[in-house]
């Protein structure tokens, strides 16, 4: 059942250590045995087929060994712990990683399962690539045997794969196996369309790959007779999905689109491509605007190519991409050439690894998202506005490569570098240029920020200009907490300010059982937050002053202590400027409150036409003697008003 996955692996792995895959095998069919696959199938079918998948990735032993477990955790009474005994840490490391992934398809609830799914393949991914490799290699062979499943499943499924392991394949450049799986989503999800794009493949491709052969033959005699050397010329196939998109995208027939002839040239050295591209067009009538020069300007996932049309045999459109194999490799097979391929050469692996490093930046920005976003929901909003979003890559004036989103500016940039350049921008050089922080930028664009101590700084229009979300996170954490400091600077002013009008002398007046009774009261954590909350209105002045008095009120109450003339009796100090017909107003101002006046003699202050006024009352409700303390508070002749605490401050007054 092995023997093609060996001789595969064989292949390109020269030390591979044949017994090791083959105990792996005899373990995962044991632990598996009596289990069937939906299609009736023995189950260790599955793990070796995805395995085969894999061997075209060219994965390295330890990958190949953890798919062919990668059930076993969780569909069998084995454990990882055992697994690691046998085969080792790594593909331990390897087969947790994808178990963790898989125990999240056992929720039910559809959007949520999703999410967490992704979520952890990405750490996963992001602690190491190659779960992820052996995760779409799983899920191809899984939607290749989808039609054992029912329907509604089918569906549910290949939107799945559709909308998150397509991206991701797509994202780690792993084109052949994005096309299949594409394929199989589109046939589930649009069976019609499918069929009758398969229908109309069928019935022209005898011709086409004649004319397909002819036209390689051609430029095959056409690089000899230049005497360039070249590798291999080779036709190019658009999967059924490609051809459906491009037909709805551009309105056009499918013929329109299948009878173009793609053809590939690869050879050993970047210079040839130039001489070769200039050989075709010498030979065929180039379309116009149809040169696109990748090699100088990669595409933002790092593709290199020469791309002509011309018009080619018989006039027939024919599309010409021309490249080395070392870009091929690394356009084909994405992440995974970078792992694997290249691990022989040994010399060149500190370089690559380098190059993964920056490659990946994606991979610590899913990091960050973990960290900064905590729903869900939003973790998914932003994974796909800001990862899979076509991206372009700039550079440092130190020729550091920065990957951004297509249409990111300036402040995005500097964020990227670092949060305090974003804090300090003031405006920015590109490609030696002046531009302001708001220019969008370009693929190729050499960007200097100029931070200054004396910038702006942060602000609320910055948030709907940015495009990523590590620059839009910065800036509303920044804002935030400049906000936070403003509101506790007015929530301050605002309590010593009106607090005064109550008799009370501000914040710091305050004793410590004051205010964790007020923090215990409006159930805030802490004073400075409970200053932000007046600040912003949450907490209202009235709400505090009755918290205050009330506490203040029934503490004498309970102690039973008669500081005052009476229980519900109070003795105040007006300290006023004198003017006729005060004290009447005085009078009226406590009868309208519904307060008994009890007594009230004036005193005359010395040489200052002030007065200082005592009078006693009697409330019955708390809220009224607040009330009236404002009232005299907002006269303008009143200078003060205290109350008389103790017993002898009142009889000696
Ligand atoms: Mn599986």
Redesign the pocket.
């Known amino acids: 059942m092995i023997s093609k996955l060996i001789a595969s692996a064989r292949e390109y792995l020269p030390t591979f250590n044949e017994e090791r895959l083959t105990s792996a095998f005899d373990f995962a069919r044991k632990a598996h045995s009596g289990q069937l696959r939906k299609n009736g199938a023995e189950y260790i079918i599955?793990?070796v087929k995805?395995a085969e998948i894999l061997t075209t990735l060219q994965v390295d032993e330890d990958s190949l060994i953890a798919c062919l477990l990668?059930?076993v955790p969780e569909d069998t009474e084995h454990t990882i712990e055992e697994i690691e005994g046998l085969f080792g840490e790594n593909v331990a490391f390897l087969v947790n990683g994808i178990t963790k992934l898989?125990k999240v398809h056992y929720r039910d609830m559809m959007e949520a399962r999703q999410i967490e799914s992704l979520k952890k393949l990405f750490i996963h991914c992001a602690e190491d690539p190659r779960v992820i490799l052996i995760k779409l290699a799983?899920r191809m062979?899984?939607m290749s045997t989808i039609d054992a499943l029912p329907p509604e499943k089918r569906n549910r499924i290949a939107k799945e794969t559709l909308e998150i392991y397509v991206p991701i394949a797509n994202m780690l450049g792993i084109w052949e196996l994005k096309n299949s799986l594409e394929d199989f989503c589109f046939k589930v999800l649009e069976p019609k369309q499918y069929a009758k794009i398969d229908a109309l493949v069928l019935q022209s491709e005898i011709e086409q790959s004649m004319l397909v052969k002819r036209s390689i033959s051609a430029a095959e005699e056409l690089l000899a007779k230049a005497k360039v050397s070249f590798l291999r010329v080779e036709g190019r196939r658009k999967n059924h999905y490609g051809i459906y998109k491009k037909m709805k995208i551009s309105r056009s027939s499918f013929h329109d689109i299948y009878d173009l002839v793609g053809l590939r040239i690869i050879l050993d050295d970047v210079s040839t491509c130039y001489q070769i591209l200039g050989i075709l067009h010498q030979n065929f009538l180039p379309k116009l605007g149809r040169l696109k020069d990748y090699i100088a300007l990669p595409k933002s996932n790092g593709y290199q190519s020469l791309h002509t049309t011309v018009f080619g045999i018989d006039g027939k459109i024919t599309e010409f991409q021309i490249r080395t194999e070392d870009m091929h490799i690394e356009n084909e097979y994405g992440i995974a050439a970078h792992y694997f391929y290249r691990e022989a050469q040994k010399t060149k692996q500190k370089n690559i690894k380098k190059k993964l490093s920056k490659k990946y930046q994606w991979v610590k920005q899913i990091l960050d998202l973990q960290r900064d976003v905590k729903s869900n929901k939003r973790f998914m909003r932003n994974l796909k506005l800001d990862i899979f979003k076509d991206r372009i890559f700039v550079f440092t004036p130190n020729g550091d490569v920065i990957d951004l989103p297509q249409g990111a500016i300036v402040i995005d940039f500097a964020y990227h570098i670092h949060s305090d350049v974003g804090m300090l921008a003031e405006f920015a050089n590109i490609n030696g240029q002046k531009k302001s922080l708001f220019s969008k930028l370009h693929n190729g664009d050499v960007i200097h920020v100029k931070i200054s101590e004396s910038a702006e700084g942060p602000q609320i229009k910055w948030l709907n200009a940015v495009q990523t979300n590590l620059a839009r996170t910065r800036i509303r954490e920044f804002l935030r907490e400049k906000d936070k400091h403003e509101l506790l600077v007015a929530g301050e002013d605002l309590f010593d300010s009106q607090l005064k009008y109550y008799d009370i002398q501000g914040s710091k007046a305050l004793t410590k059982d004051q205010k964790m009774m007020l923090l215990e009261h409006f159930e805030v954590e802490d004073w400075e937050n409970f200053l932000v909350a007046v600040g912003h209105g949450e907490i209202d002045i009235p709400s505090i002053v009755f918290a205050l008095f009330a506490d203040r009120y029934n503490t004498n109450r309970s102690r039973g202590e008669n500081r005052s003339p009476g229980d519900d009796e109070l003795a105040l100090c007006i300290h006023v400027q004198d003017r006729v017909g005060l004290l009447g107003d005085i009078g009226n101002l406590v009868a309208e409150l519904d307060i008994n006046m009890l007594e009230m003699h004036t005193f005359p202050v010395e040489h200052s036409g002030e007065h200082k006024i005592k009078i006693c009352i009697r409330f019955s409700d708390l809220a009224q003697y607040i009330k009236l303390l404002r009232s005299l508070n907002c006269m303008p002749e009143v200078i003060a008003v205290n109350r008389l605490e103790t017993l002898e401050e009142v009889q000696t007054f």
Do not use: G, V
């Open positions: 599955h793990p995805a990668h059930d898989s799983d062979h899984n």
